[in-house]
């Protein structure tokens, strides 16, 4: 009985650990496209794989859109934007598109 306590109390630490990370921060998991930038120009996107693993199972992505190989792919915007990659769910339905407006929620800074 003394488990579930200490079993959700590590959960929360893990969350707010999580959570807390300043939107640059690339944590263990996560997959950082790297980009053929100049200086000053676009950073390299990260993707937050923990927060889509928590609202999504393996098989919404895997291997249907992503083989699962440890290889990060190349993806353009162009083809998101046509609803392939990431497009397929950031497509203003399913979930936030992708407009200038939005390029911070992928494209940060790494600390």
Known sequence: MKTLPLALGALLVFLGVGLAAPAGLAVEGDLVYPRKSIEGGTPPSIFRHW???????????????????????????????????????????????????????????RK
């Open 51 to 109: 927060v889509h693993r928590i609202r999504y199972r393996c098989y919404a992505c895997h291997p249907g859109l992503y083989k699962i190989d440890g290889e990060i792919g190349k993806t353009t915007m162009a083809e998101i934007r046509e609803g392939k990659s990431c497009g397929t769910c950031h497509n203003d339905k399913i979930a936030w598109g992708v407009s200038f407006e939005s390029c911070g929620r992928c494209h940060a800074e």
